[in-house]
């Protein structure tokens, strides 16, 4: 952040103490304490600079994308466990009606 923010905050706290901080000075100098804290807090996590946009699109097509791929391979290990057990099922039925004696 510029030190224009910095500058304007503490304009806006000296203005307060000599007014009596009425209603609207107060306002603004938390609107411009917020808008400082925010920059301060995307500075330190690196998102301060032009292309911190592009980089958090990009990771959250990188997040969504192992989602997608994630939940792909949960549904077919749960769609080949399925038809094991239909399979062995199928096959137990097969051995209770004595299906096997009959290809023989």
Do not use: H, N, P
């Not at 938390?30 to 946009?53: F, K, M, N, S």
């Not at 099922?89 to 009959?102: E, N, R, S, T, W």
């Amino acid at each position: 952040m510029t030190m224009d923010s910095e500058d304007m905050l503490a304009s806006l706290l000296a203005q307060a103490a000599e007014e009596g901080a009425d209603v609207a000075t107060l306002r603004a100098v938390v609107e411009e304490a917020g808008d400082l804290g925010a920059g301060r807090a995307l500075a330190r996590i690196g998102l301060a600079d032009a292309d911190a946009g592009a980089d958090l699109r990009e990771l959250r097509e990188l997040l969504q994308g192992w989602r997608d791929a994630r939940s792909g391979i949960w549904g077919q290990a749960f769609d080949k466990f399925v038809r094991g057990v239909m399979a062995l099922l199928l096959a137990a039925l097969a051995v209770q009606l004595g299906l096997g004696d009959m290809l023989q």
